[in-house]
């Protein structure tokens, strides 16, 4: 199915949404900072309200997670979706390694874009980029002290 103007229109919303500055923030301390080793490690920002970085969790993972519904629900392309946007994908990427726990306290976490990629060819090939692209980096990352539990 080939991309539509109105599918180009959304991609580029999304794109504009992304680079306000608060998410540029959230987007930055997610993909940047938060590594965690463990579930515990997770829960403790993921589940914790009190947690000054929870609310950037949350905002970066719904934000991915509206985007992948979109296209699941048809209201984007998938193939234009999944052209220009990689970060949802690497995120479910960096929590691979935890995901079974996670989603035994959080069923729900990323489903979307876990649906994207088991429906979506290209999304799957993103996916496998993504694991490969976190499996380097959490070999050299050494996560910030200032998130973990202690």
Not at 44 to 71: C, I, K
Not at 104 to 110: H, L, V
């Amino acid at each position: 199915m080939l991309a539509t103007p109105a599918d180009a229109e959304i991609i580029l919303k999304l794109y504009e949404l992304r680079t306000e500055p608060l998410m540029r923030q959230a987007r930055a301390w997610m993909t940047g900072e938060f590594w965690p080793n463990t579930a515990e490690e997770f829960f403790a920002v993921a589940l914790n309200p009190a947690d000054p970085h929870n609310a950037f969790f949350r905002q970066v993972t719904t934000y991915w997670e509206m985007g992948a519904a979109m296209v699941l629900h048809g209201a984007v392309s998938a193939e234009l979706f999944v052209d220009c946007n990689g970060e949802g994908f690497f995120l479910l990427a960096k929590f691979a390694h935890i995901l079974e726990p996670i989603r035994e306290k959080m069923p729900m976490f990323m489903n979307k874009t876990s649906e994207l990629i088991n429906r979506f060819t290209a999304a799957a090939a993103r996916y496998e980029m993504a694991l490969k692209n976190v499996q380097a980096r959490r070999g050299k990352f050494q996560p910030s002290q200032e998130w973990q539990v202690r």
